[in-house]
């Protein structure tokens, strides 16, 4: 059953920031629709979604994507968005979520009213949580068919990859934005004491890294936010920026780790045991590592995050050389995934050893430079 069309897309949709897409996506996660939504109009928001967080469709799809018509429709949907921006498919997701809000109404505003009522959700408040579902299995956000109501549509993208352009945005919140919205903020509310970890269960040892990183910003934050004292809260901003750009590079080492992990255990083990396909691993884990590490060089990126995305390029570069052979061995799976595995085993250090020491010194250079913003806040400049 195909539910109303999609109405024709505007060419210049109302811009909505990043808060204010966080907040609807979360909202459609849970949502409950007073009728049940199209497939097209699911695959509609989920293509939006998937624009929004990972960007471009790959020009070819993974073996079992082709096999599968569920995956290979999704695919389909999100190629026919490329060439949108992060900024005008977050536009372009809000509206039509808002659409299918007005369309199918909600459960709790049918019980109340008897009329379908669109959902109006205050986006000025402190961002929300980020994607909270478990790794390999997180909703697209999109609506009832991506939502909470279990119709089986999934992001394609680990959820903390999924996360990161989220993040990102954040980093680029400036030091008066961000004693403006402390001082709206309750101190036993604040925006990371509602996150958890994005690449393992909570209280797991894969979540460890995040778990270390949380506390230390939950701190940094509780001070900040308890203090009301502009000087100090101004000292800690660039520590706070620094603690987001380390969340994203502590990300990228977990899902690196869990990748290779997935991707040997499915070459000695079989697709069988493991439950997963090597093209499944390749294109949703390893490529999409690839292209979320490109995208932070990227020249509207905040300079923490460029930063970050200059450690990440020997992801890049391997992910392009695996590509490479794929493609010139004539789509020999096995064969990239190996020289990935290859690549990781002559840098492991590099990722478990280096990028650690060197994201608490940037922790501690973070903390020097404080100094500055407080001087600038103390002198009213």
């Known amino acids: 059953m195909y539910g109303p069309e999609p109405p024709p897309q505007t060419p210049a949709p109302t811009p909505v920031s990043a808060a204010q897409f966080r907040v609807k996506a979360a909202f459609m996660k849970t949502w409950k629709p007073g009728q049940t939504p199209s497939n097209r109009d699911r695959l509609e928001l989920y293509a939006w979604h998937k624009q929004a967080v990972t960007g471009d469709a790959p020009l070819t799809t993974s073996p079992n994507t082709a096999q599968d018509a569920a995956s290979r429709a999704k695919w389909n949907v999100w190629r026919s968005k490329r060439g949108m921006d992060q900024a005008q498919s977050m536009a372009r997701y809000v509206a039509e979520a808002n659409r299918q809000l007005l369309v199918y109404g909600t459960i709790e505003s049918l019980s109340t009213n008897g009329n379908k009522q669109p959902y109006n959700h205050d986006t ?149 045991q493991t439950g997963l396909t090597l093209g499944s691993i390749w294109e949703d884990e390893l490529m999409a590592s690839t292209r979320t590490a490109s995208a932070l060089t990227d020249v509207h990126q905040a300079m923490t995050i460029r930063l970050v995305g200059l450690l990440c390029l020997p992801l890049v570069h391997l992910g392009d050389l695996s590509q490479w052979i794929f493609q010139s061995s004539n789509h020999t799976l096995l064969l990239a995934c190996t020289v990935y595995l290859l690549g990781f085993a002559l840098t492991w250090w590099y990722w478990l050893c280096v990028l650690p020491w060197m994201g608490v010194g940037a922790a501690w250079m973070a903390l020097c430079s404080g100094w500055c913003f407080a001087l600038i806040e103390a002198a009213g400049v």
């Open 124 to 272: 000025t408040v402190t961002p929300s949580l980020t994607p909270t579902t478990p790794a390999h299995h997180v909703s697209s956000s999109g609506g009832n068919g991506a939502g909470g109501s279990g119709s089986g549509d999934e992001l394609l993208t680990p959820r903390g990859l999924a996360a990161v352009p989220l993040l990102c945005a954040a980093t680029a919140e400036t030091r008066v934005a961000y004693l403006a919205r402390l001082s709206q903020t309750l101190p036993d509310h604040g925006w990371w004491a509602r996150q958890e970890a994005l690449c393992g269960m909570p209280g797991s040892f894969a979540a460890l890294p995040e778990s270390v990183v949380l506390f230390v910003a939950c701190r940094v934050e509780g001070l900040s936010l308890h203090s009301k004292n502009g000087i100090l809260q101004s000292f800690l901003w660039p520590l706070h920026n620094v603690l987001l750009a380390l969340w994203i590079l502590v990300i990228f080492i977990g899902t690196l780790v869990t990748s290779v992990g997935s991707t040997l255990k499915t070459i000695l083990l079989g697709s069988k």
